[in-house]
């Protein structure tokens, strides 16, 4: 007997700890790749090895050999990128500012030849006084959108630059950077429209009481008509994009219904007709597609051909079975079962394109598709080629009710070849409203399977992709309802077999923090412990200090979500109920963070010293929000998996 218990402790030793904890975590070894516009070239971004930065790699098509790597000095780093024609490509900059681990994208806009040869910056200012204006890390916002690349002018493209309020539109030269105006936004901090001919005639944003604005105009003479006030959390109309040669445009529609659909809106009516809405979740993605292969055809319209839904795993309805684009993405989706498949950039004539295939199991690969012959290559230009899919474990949709009757859906995870009674971690995800966890690959829900745990990921009452009501359900109730529904899941788990109540541990980061540190108040036998990554443990202190707070959207979101009452405050406040929480306890936190700042960390530690109680601490400078440097993340989920077995392992 006693040989059979040591070679089993073996064999879960081998299963669960062979794959090494920088495989899951290590950055992507080529990401964002794209053709050029005549299909001569592939651009993959590129982490150059032991560099604070990283590349874009420019590869020849016919060799599949690398003919320039463009980068800049260090620190600074390729956000995104864009071809602007076959020789020229525009790059957004990003930034380490100064001790900070982790860049930040800034307003810096580079335009350069793929052979390296005349750069320009056609966005933004190198001089010291506009460093600091062009960085928006307190909002997440960067000071310019592309609008469009006016795929029929190589020379210019239009810019939305926010140096204000309102969004100015300008009409940018690719290679001098010389700009004339074309408008300023009707809407504050949003997004504008172009109808088939080029022409800005919607726009949606905000207005000065924080609510979503949808504007519309029938000509680039006529005035701007207000079509729709929308305050947060209520039901929108919202562009997605014009009908070709029409002033009518395809919205997401929740103005008649809770669970926004997709409509056909008429602006001359103001009017709305239902295309599609499906009856538990929102649209998650569009598939807009020319009508016909041959884009110079005169004929050629674009029209809305596909939608997808994150109802459990993610389902493509499609609106036109004719389309040519549909077809052929239907015959890949066919090729590729269970995955994700999607086209990323096209070549001018539509004729080859980028396919991007990804799932649970598998974080994704990229490969050229001929739409003329249905040729299917492989560029071997994997994401995480070190991942093997056969060592990944699936991640299984579920649900359950609430026990007030609402339906909760989610996630789960659990280790190779294991099914019943299993240690088990709660992983809740942050945001916490318009957030949600997906069918998708996750790293942190993947090493924590593969390390013997099962994990479990629950859409809790407030997260996004389930329509007006599901959110603002978990308004007011960031401490109460949406904790107990994160409680009601553990108990379904339990009562199906999954988990063993008795070995069961809550995890999560930044109001995944948070929900971690209150559950373990609010149900202090259930857990016997509990991590809170870069939480929010003091509502008093969350709401005046930090990046959100003092950020006008921001504090207008704060006052709607979470409770006034000062008596709530303290009961919804982790650090207020330590007293109660007997879990054992992780804390861990970035000294630089300005979102869930540091001062949440002091708090809820010092509370813990002042009660006696003791606890796990790791905090890091240089680190924000969440930990960025590679040695930071490979030693916290080491110490996470150690905390872990000492705890609730087997």
Known sequence: MKKLTFFTLLLSFFTFSDIPVEDFYKFDEFFDISISPEGGYFAAKQRLVGEKRNGLVIINRKTMKPINIIYFDENWYVNDYYWLSEERIAIRKGKHFGGLKAPYSTGFFWAVNIDGSKGKMIQGDLSKSRTSRVMRDDVGYSYFEVVDLLADDPKHILLAVYNKD????????????????????????GSVYLDSDGVIRAAFGENKNNENVFLYRFSEED??????????????????????????LYVECS???????????????YSLELIYRNERVEPDAYGIFPSKLNVEDDEVKTELVAARFEDGKPQVVWFNKKNPFGKKLRALQKAFPDYRVSFG????????????VRSDVDPGGYYLFNMESNQLSELGLDRRPWIKSSDMVKAEPISFKARDGLEIHGYLHR???????????????????????????DSEAQYLANRGYAVLQINYRGSGGYGQEFLKKGFLHWGDKMQDDLTDGVQWAVEEGIADKERLCIYGASYGGYASMMSAARYPDLYKCAIGYV???????????????????GASYLSTVIPDDPEIR????PSEQASKIKAAVFLIHGREDRQAHFRNYQIMTKKFDQIGKPYKGMVKDGEGHGFYDRENKYELAREIVTFLNEHIGS
Do not use: Q
């Open 166 to 189: 309102f969004p100015d539109i300008y009409r940018v030269n690719v290679y001098n950077g010389k700009k004339k105006k074309v408008m300023t936004s009707p809407a504050e901090r």
């Open 223 to 248: 005035e701007w008509e207000n079509h729709g006030t929308f305050p947060y959390g209520e039901g929108v109309i919202k562009p997605i994009a014009f009908l070709i040669d029409s002033n009518k």
């Open 255 to 269: 103005v008649e219904d809770p669970i926004p659909g997709i409509c056909i809106y008429n602006p001359e009516t």
């Open 345 to 356: 950039s096209m070549t001018s004539d539509m004729k080859e394109a980028i396919v991007y």
């Open 415 to 441: 280790p190779k070849g294991k099914k019943e009674n299993l240690p088990m971690v709660v992983y809740v995800h942050g945001g916490p409203h318009g957030v949600r966890d997906y069918w998708t690959h």
């Open 535 to 553: 939480g929010v443990y003091d509502v008093a202190s969350f709401t005046s200090i930090g990046n959100i707070p003092n950020y006008r959207a």
């Open 570 to 573: 303290r009961a919804f406040s």
